[in-house]
């Protein structure tokens, strides 16, 4: 019964390699967040989707391609990984309600990534 | 830019203590705010959301209170246990662009010694 799922969990890897993070709600939201937290903890949104439609790109390098087959899925794909790109990955889902606001944000566990 | 700043960043406290976070804001123009609580190495969990025009919202021993117009926001935890160490984030989500994204505070460290 998880809200927000994420895999993998765990992901180590090498420079210069390409690599996938999928993430699912079953929370029936229309909105799908992807948020980076570098060493420091700090927390910092990448994109958003709202069905589908990328609605926020934060300036993230285009080595980053967000992918959404459904409002339920938000893929994350790294292509040409650095060692920068360490960090924790979090997915979220919100629901966008009446008079253009949103409600509660749910997120993920997260998926930590090492770049050797 | 909408900057969130939280202190303070480090809280330890013995067991049994009422305690407040705070968190503060540079642009009033938010649809609403959220608490969460982060153990290390877990994900985030919500802990209370505030719409702009609300001015409290309460769960269990927690109190969240929010001044808009200020800037800042309040988490209130009562008699303090072992169990509420983690970090405390708070997040607000801004009205320019209707987004839906979060921007988040550095967040604050509470240590609740037994």
């Known amino acids: 019964d998880t809200a927000v799922s994420q895999t993998p969990k765990y992901l180590v890897t090498q420079m210069g390699n390409d690599k996938s993070i999928k993430c699912e709600q079953n929370?029936?939201?229309?909105?799908m967040y992807w948020y980076k937290q570098d060493s420091k903890k700090f927390l910092k949104i990448m994109f958003s989707?709202?069905?589908?439609?990328?609605?926020i790109n934060e300036t993230v390098p285009n080595r980053f391609s967000p992918k959404s087959p459904d409002k339920a899925h938000l893929n994350l794909h790294i292509n040409s990984l650095e060692l920068g790109d360490s960090a924790v990955y979090f997915c979220?889902?919100?629901?966008?309600?009446?008079?253009?606001?949103?409600?509660?944000?749910?997120f993920g566990p997260g998926t930590r990534l090492t770049v050797l | 830019k909408q900057e969130v700043t939280q202190i303070p960043a480090a809280l330890s406290v013995p067991e049994g203590e009422n305690l407040v976070l705070n968190c503060s804001f540079t642009?009033?123009?938010?649809?609403?705010l959220q608490w969460f609580r982060q153990d290390p190495g877990k994900g985030l969990t919500s802990l209370l959301l505030?719409?702009?025009?609300?001015r409290e919202q309460t769960s269990g021993r927690l109190n969240a209170s929010l001044d808009k117009s200020s800037g800042r926001s309040t988490l209130y935890i009562a008699a303090s246990q072992p169990g509420d160490s983690a970090t405390y984030l708070c997040?607000?989500?801004?009205?320019?662009?209707?987004?839906?994204?979060?921007?988040f505070g550095q967040g604050t460290t509470l240590q609740v010694k037994p």
């Open positions: 979220a889902s919100s629901q966008a309600s009446s008079g253009s606001s949103y409600n509660e944000q749910f």
């Open positions: 929370l029936g939201h229309d909105t």
């Open positions: 989707y709202n069905n589908k439609e990328l609605i």
């Open positions: 642009d009033s123009a938010i649809y609403n």
């Open positions: 505030i719409q702009s025009s609300q």
């Open positions: 997040a607000v989500r801004p009205i320019s662009g209707n987004t839906g994204k979060l921007i």
